[in-house]
Structure formats: structure tokens, C-alpha cells
């Protein structure tokens, strides 16, 4: 599991790619949260993700929530198959607001 | 001449038959008496040390019996006698002005004539012969009298200072073989090589070599129910009875306790209440206690107070362990108590040398210690040779044991060797990948999918590192059953979920032993049971959370019965752990 983070626009573009399970879903927890303390809106590349298990999706959860109390903006993009049919299954895919290009998030952020 | 010769036979053939010194004594008197002619006599034996020295009749002859009174060392003709180491005589007591009468009004026995021959050899005092009364003539003593008692108690002395020496010999080989007997029931307490099974490849041995006949140092092993081995190793302080006696309770403790909780730190902490219970005499043992699990080649450490192990890496290198509380013994309310913290280790096919400073302390042929540095170099030489563990290890303390001299100290070693297990762990994984997915599980010909039965079965740590490969496992066996690859995911992430609450709820994140994983095919539909060897889960606790409610955690229930169609806690058929079985239909 990688986690690159970039800086676009005002905002931090976190892009994660790999499998996110028990072994890895904390250092996607300390990622997000990182870059909501340092008051930057957040936008999570999922487009790499070939696997997430339920403490991924609640790391995606912890940081969406801390970004809200925050009133920092909060959004996932290109969502690759496997994460959202997780999300799904979670029932998170009408919660977490969700973009299907990196553009379309950025553009809905500024 | 001839009578003294056959006093002294007569009274060693006597002791020699009787082991009583007492009897002989008496018997000796009764005879040298008769010798002197005398109406009576006493034989009075020097007992204590200066300035409470006393002279006790041992024997007494004649019509009056005094035996076991008592005089001060330095009164009297018998005082006299001992103190100066020479005989006396009074040969007309009645009309003797020194001579004191007043023992005569008391006893009512008339004493007229009395002879005392110091007993003593090369010096050493022992005590007095006194005989009173000659029977025949004039019922005087005369001079010769005096020279033939010199004679026999000379005799005499020499008799009982032999009998007193076979005594004290015949002590001591009681002592020995008491030794030999103690020493035998303590080898008995070492475990037996290859374990309870007496496997050929047990993973675990250890060597002891006492300096004395008992040792004050032990080591143990015994395997688990779930095949996990836990082991101990301790040094009590001191060499003699004292430290071998303190040594088989904390063996035994290490025995009773060990096999009803073995989580090493606890259990040092609990060994160490026991020990402290008793008076120490300010003795206290350090000890090693832990527990390796063959199927994972993990190994959980408690150190109190021992000696810094020693890990040996495939790779060559050398890492210690130093201890993380003090020694057993050392009361609880001086340390603050609690476990002892615990180490994790993964031996990947090294092997963890525990062994008491005997080991490194003892003197090699050129005099010098062996030190920390020789007995790796004898460790890498033993891999590098191809030596087993237990060749490695007896290797050192052959080196040390030196011929004709005692060893300065106890010397036990315990090693753990995983290099057998790290094989069978490879070949497992070997099989299983190549009978059960990459030729695919059993294939039934016509319609190319897998029949009824086991498709993989695996036995991993309860570690988040563990899932990787069982994912891998849903992964390939899911497919080869014909799921949709969406299926397959789902069923990836069920599984995954179910083995991550073993490893976070069950096993309390503690990183503590095994969970098996058996994925079956059972009439069209696919099973997984995953079991663990943790302390019972309470089933009602377990519910998928609400969807509504948007939280971080508790999602796992809720995928894994969103994806399966069947989903039961099960009693594992032995009773121990936790057992769930989980199934789709294909």
C-alpha cells in the first residue's frame, strides 16, 4: 500500500493505492487526519485501490467526520471498482461525496 | 601384652558388629576390669568444647551403676587424669587425706583403692578409664596394676577413636548416597528428550551438567493442547541442598501453573508470588519462561532477572534479549508487581540459545572463561557443521566440562531451534498452493469444477500480517468455484472481516497464537470455518451496527453477513477456542 499526497489548489489531494487492510489502514488514518490539521480540504484518490476492508472504510469515515466538525471540505475521486462496491455494501456511497475525476473534485471544492 | 592386643581386636570385631560405640565402650570396660582385677569401674568420655568441657561416664561397671554422670572437666583424680594426659593412683583411699569421701556417704559405697588411665591417641583426649577395689589380695592396687590399665586404655582409646572415625565415614556415605538419590529425583524433573512424544525433530533441548552432585539450575518444556510449546529455564542463586530444594518447588510451580495459563509474563508474576510466600533465606532464582508455537515460528519471552538470551539468525547474526523485571523471589511489593513485561520474537528458522552464566563462565582448556563471544563462535561453528541443536549445545558443555576437575558452576543450556519448523511451515505453503490453487481443489472432469472437500486449509498467526495470505486463499478458491468476480471480492472481504475480529477481539490484539482457516466445498455451496484457539467469545455481543448511524469501526458483522447467506458460532468439537462457520451458495 502507497500513499502519495499532493497539494492542488488549496487543497491536499491524497491518493492511495494497494491493498488498505488491518496492517495498513492505519497509516491511511494518520494520512487523512494529517492534512485535515493542517486546515486544508481533503481529497482522496481511490482510483488505486485494488482492496479496502472495513478499517479502511473507517479511517475514510473518522477523517470525513473530522473534516465536517472542521467545516473543511471532505471528498473521495475516481473510485475504482472494489472500493466502491465496498462502499456500497456499506451503504457509505450516499454519504461520503463522491467525484469521478480528480478535476471534477477540485473544481467543486475551490 | 597379649591382652591389650586382644582387647583392641575384640573391641573393633565388636564395634564392627554392633555400629555401636556405646555397647563397645561398655563391653571394653567390663573386659579391662576383669583384666585389673577391680571391683568396679567407669569409663568417663570428654564432651563440649572449652570452657564447658565435662567428662561423662559412658560405661560403668560393678555394684554401683553411674552412668551419664556428669563432672567438671578438671576435678577430681578423673579431671586430673584427662587434663594432664597421665595416669594416677591412690592406692589406700581411706587413709588418704586428699582423697574426698563425700561420693562414698552418698552412694554407700566403700572405695579403698583407685586407679585412672588417661584415654588418649596422638594427643587427642578422649575421656578416662577409672576401676575402683581390687578384688583379690588386700583389695589395694599396686604399681603393675596401674601399668597393665595404661596399657589397655591405650587400647582402648585406639579402638574408640577408630570406631568414632567409621562412624563419621559411615555418616558421610549415608550423606552421599542420600546426595545421589536427591540428585536422581532432580534429573527425573528435566524433561524428557523430544518431549512427552520423544519426537526425533522436537524443536526444543537443553543440557545440564551440575558442579556439584544437585544442581541450584533447571529447564523444562512441554507442548500445549494446540501444539505450542512453552519452556522455562532458571538459575537459583547458590549451589548446595538449599538451592536444589528451591529449585524443584519453582519447577514445580512452572509444571502446575504453566499448563493452566501459559502467558509467560503472568506466569512469572505468579511463580514469584508462590516463591515469595515462603522464606528465601535471601535466595531468589532467575528465569526465563516462554512460549514458541512451531506452526508460526513465533516466540513469546518473559525474562526475570536471567541472563540476556541470545537469538541466532539465519542470516548469522546475534541479537540479546535482556531482562525486563527482576528476579523471582524479590517480593512483589518492592518491585510493583504485576506481569513481566513480555517480548515477541519471530524465528524464521533461527533458534533462541537460553542459558545460565555457567555457561559462559566456565574455563576452557587454556584456563580462560568461555566468555559470551566463544560460546556464539561454538554456536555459528555448530550450524556451520550441520550439528543438531542438541549437538550444538552438548558441544559446549563437553568444551567445558574438563577432565578430573569439577566445573565451577552449574552448566545448563535450553535452545529453540526453529530451522525444522520453518521447513515444514515452507512445505505446507508449498502443497497448498500446489494441490489446492494452482492445479485447482479436486477437480471433477466434466464440468471442470471442484468436487465436495477440503479446497485449502491454513493454519496462520492471529496477525493483521496474516491476511494478506488468506485473502489470497478466498481469492483463488472462490474462483475456481465459479463465483463472479464481484463474488469473489465479497467473499474476500467477508473472510478477511471474520479473521479480523479473531485477531482484534478474540485474541484481544494480545498478537498471541493461531486461528485455522478451512475453506471447503460442501453439497453447491461454499463453507468457510475459521477457529481459534482464544478464550470464548460471547456470541451475543456480536451485531452489525445500524447503517444509519455513520461511524468510524463495526462494519466488519455487517459485510460478512451482507455477503454470506449463512453465518454460525459453532462449539469447536474440543471445547477450547471459538469456532465460525460461514457459507454461500455457489
Known sequence: MEIGITEQGGLSVVAISGEVDLSTSPKVRDALLGCISSNKGVIVDLSGVAYIDSSGVASLVEAFQTAKSKALGFALAQVSDTPMRVLKLARLDQVFVIHDTLDDAIAAMV | ?586
Open chain 2, 1 to 586: 601384652m597379649n591382652d591389650q592386643l586382644e582387647l583392641l581386636v575384640e573391641m573393633g570385631r565388636h564395634f564392627a558388629a554392633t555400629r555401636d560405640i556405646e555397647v563397645t565402650m561398655g563391653r571394653a570396660l567390663e573386659r579391662i576390669a576383669e583384666l585389673v582385677e577391680a571391683e568396679g569401674g567407669a569409663l568417663f568420655v570428654l564432651e563440649g568444647d572449652e570452657p564447658q568441657e565435662r567428662l561423662v561416664c559412658h560405661a560403668s561397671y560393678g555394684p554401683v551403676d553411674i552412668k551419664g554422670l556428669t563432672v567438671p572437666a578438671d576435678k577430681g583424680i578423673v579431671g586430673r587424669s584427662v587434663a594432664t594426659d597421665n595416669s594416677e593412683m591412690v592406692r589406700d583411699a581411706q587413709n588418704d587425706p586428699n582423697f574426698d569421701t563425700s561420693m562414698d556417704a552418698q552412694s554407700g559405697f566403700t572405695t579403698r583403692s583407685v586407679l585412672c588411665a588417661p584415654l588418649s591417641v596422638k594427643g587427642e583426649r578422649i575421656g578416662a578409664i577409672e576401676v575402683v577395689n581390687k578384688t583379690g589380695g588386700d583389695g589395694l592396687f599396686a604399681d603393675d596394676d596401674l601399668t597393665l590399665l595404661e596399657a589397655l586404655a591405650a587400647s582402648a582409646a585406639l579402638a574408640i577413636s577408630n570406631a568414632r572415625m567409621a562412624g563419621e565415614l559411615a555418616e558421610k556415605e549415608v550423606m552421599r548416597r542420600e546426595l545421589e538419590l536427591a540428585a536422581e529425583i532432580q534429573r527425573g524433573l528435566l524433561p524428557p528428550p523430544g518431549g512427552a512424544g520423544g519426537e526425533e525433530d522436537f524443536p526444543v533441548c537443553g543440557v545440564n551438567r551440575p558442579a556439584r552432585v544437585v544442581s541450584g539450575d533447571f529447564y523444562d518444556y512441554f507442548t500445549l493442547y494446540d501444539g505450542r510449546i512453552a519452556f522455562t529455564l532458571a538459575d537459583v542463586s547458590g549451589k548446595g541442598m538449599n538451592a536444589a530444594l528451591l529449585m524443584a518447588k519453582t519447577a514445580s510451580l512452572f509444571r502446575c501453573l504453566g499448563k493452566e495459563d501459559m502467558r509467560p509474563g503472568r506466569l512469572l508474576q505468579r511463580i514469584n508470588a508462590e516463591v515469595c510466600e515462603t522464606a528465601l533465606r535471601g535466595m531468589f532464582v532467575t528465569m526465563v519462561a516462554g512460549i514458541y508455537d512451531p506452526v508460526s515460528g513465533r516466540l513469546v519471552l518473559a525474562n526475570a532477572g536471567h541472563e540476556p538470551p541470545l537469538l541466532h539468525s539465519t542470516d548469522g547474526r546475534f541479537k540479546t534479549l535482556e531482562a525486563t523485571a527482576p528476579p523471582v523471589g524479590i517480593p512483589p511489593e518492592l518491585t510493583g508487581g504485576g506481569p513481566v513485561p513480555e517480548v515477541v520474537l519471530h524465528l524464521n528458522g533461527g533458534a533462541l540459545y537460553i542459558f545460565t552464566d555457567g555457561a559462559t563462565e566456565g574455563y576452557v582448556a587454556s584456563d580462560e572463561e568461555l566468555g559470551a563471544d566463544g560460546f556464539m563462535d561454538m554456536v555459528r561453528d555448530g550450524v556451520s557443521d550441520g550439528l543438531s541443536a542438541q549437538a550444538r549445545i552438548d558441544a559446549v558443555a563437553n568444551r567445558l566440562s574438563r577432565s578430573g576437575e569439577a566445573l565451577r558452576d552449574d552448566i545448563t543450556v535450553l535452545v529453540i531451534d526453529d530451522a525444522k519448523s520453518l521447513q515444514n511451515r515452507l512445505n505446507r505453503v508449498d502443497n497448498t498452493l500446489k494441490d489446492e490453487t494452482v492445479r485447482g481443489p479436486n477437480m471433477d472432469q466434466g464440468a471442470n469444477i471442484p468436487v465436495d472437500g477440503s479446497l485449502c486449509a491454513l493454519t496462520v498467526p492471529a496477525r493483521a500480517s496474516s491476511l494478506k495470505l488468506v485473502r489470497r486463499a478466498v481469492g483463488e478458491t472462490s474462483s475456481a468455484c465459479g463465483f463472479s468476480q464481484e463474488q469473489c471480492q465479497d467473499l474476500v472481504l467477508a473472510v478477511d472481516e471474520a479473521c479480523q475480529n479473531v485477531v482484534r477481539h478474540a485474541y484481544a490484539g494480545t498478537d498471541e497464537g493461531d486461528m485455522v482457516i478451512d475453506i471447503r466445498r460442501e453439497s453447491g455451496a461454499y463453507v468457510v470455518l475459521i477457529r481459534d484457539h482464544a478464550p470464548p467469545v460471547d456470541v451475543a455481543k456480536i451485531v452489525p451496527r445500524n447503517l444509519d448511524d455513520v461511524r468510524p469501526g463495526g462494519l466488519g458483522v455487517h459485510f460478512i453477513r451482507e455477503v454470506m447467506d449463512e453465518v454460525e458460532h459453532l462449539s469447536p468439537p474440543d471445547g477450547q477456542g471459538n469456532l465460525l462457520r460461514m457459507k454461500k451458495a455457489i
